[in-house]
């Protein structure tokens, strides 16, 4: 099924980053790690009453920070939900940096795996061999401090 697996294969993007806070992060706030929804991605052939179709999907996507910990999702990672927009916790697919040493500028890499998978009319099937589609990104890390407070006044 070359031919189909191919065409599918060829309509495979990077992935767009989903990362929650976007941009810029802050020690001891946590992450959510995802890319934007991709797929699946479906090609079929035909010829009469014969047919190929073939499917990519995403399975996982990998996200390494730049910290020596790259961390691996399944399927798109976990966008984050209006409803925690205001929590501090890291996401089931997060992170947190806490170490002072990540403060400044980074680059993230962002990898995700697409499986592909074909069947036919004749009732025969198989797969092709993964497809890793990568990005990089800038991001950067920062420290926020309280130097005083109203509380108990």
Known sequence: M?????????????????????NIGTINL??????????PITIRAE???LWAEATARITTTTFDLDDGRP??????????PDSAREEIDEGPCGHTFTDSDDIGRTEFTITSRWTLSWTT???????ASDVNQTT???YRIREIQIVGSEFGR
């Open 136 to 138: 990089t990104i800038p």
């Open 121 to 127: 009319s004749a009732s025969t099937f198989g797969s």
């Open 2 to 22: 070359p031919g189909i697996v191919d065409e599918a294969t060829a309509l495979i993007g990077a992935p767009i980053p989903a990362i929650n806070p976007p």
């Open 71 to 80: 961390i691996v999702c399944e399927g798109v990672g976990t966008p984050i």
């Open 47 to 49: 010829l009469g009453p």
């Open 30 to 39: 946590g992450m959510w790690l995802a890319v934007e929804q991709a797929g």
